[in-house]
């Protein structure tokens, strides 16, 4: 197989400071959420690596749940229509929601979520997000916790992809550009 390095310009963040992060975070949201009966939501695929990682960072167990979601319509995902492919298994009511997301890039996904949550009668619903990219920004999403803010560049690794390659990178990398052009 072609040598990844050249596939990439970029490290963006390491894996050490994704973990230092988490660790930072997942401080937080134990404090923030004890005695609370907290529940995890992860968006795939991205967040997988996230979820593995942060709820490993957490002290005591906690429950997850993960919903799988795709825009559809037009090529991009710019429309915010959003198709649910997995949804919950778990009964919102009564729980304190901590959604689980890889990357903030429009918003049009999590507001979608956000919104579709609210509605199954969560007593709390708060987002974390690894990667934002406040230059994307297309709608506002209310964002508790947030890893780095990072620049409008196309990113993969560490849950990321591009044509579903480059999820299990262990940092995150801008793409090189003759990848995709
Ligand atoms: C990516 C990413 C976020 C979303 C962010 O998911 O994992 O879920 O896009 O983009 P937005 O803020 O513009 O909505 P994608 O739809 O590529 O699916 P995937 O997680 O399976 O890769
Ligand atoms: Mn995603
Ligand atoms: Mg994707």
């Not at 890893?147 to 560490?158: A, L, R």
Request: aromatic share 8%; proline share 3%.
């Amino acid at each position: 197989a072609a040598d990844i390095a050249d596939q990439l310009s970029t490290v963006l963040v390491t894996e050490e400071q994704i973990h230092a992060k988490l660790d930072e975070i997942a401080a937080r949201v134990a404090a923030d959420y004890a005695g609370k009966d907290l529940l995890l939501i992860g968006v795939l695929k991205g967040a997988v690596m996230v979820m593995a990682d942060f709820s490993r960072a957490l002290p005591e167990t906690v429950p997850m749940d993960w919903m799988a979601v795709s825009s559809y319509g037009a090529a991009t995902k710019s429309s915010g229509v959003v198709q649910i492919r997995k949804d919950l298994d778990t009964d919102l009511h009564g729980k304190h929601v901590l959604i689980v997301e890889d990357i903030i890039d429009s918003g049009l996904t999590l507001s979608w979520l956000l919104e579709n949550f609210a509605s199954r009668g969560a007593e709390s619903i708060e987002v974390f997000a690894l990667l934002r990219k406040p230059d994307a920004a297309k709608v506002h999403v209310d964002c508790k916790y947030i890893g780095f803010d990072i620049p409008n560049e196309f990113v993969v690794g560490y849950g990321l992809d591009y044509a579903e390659g480059y999820r299990n990178l262990r940092d995150v990398a801008v793409l090189a550009p003759h990848v995709y052009s």
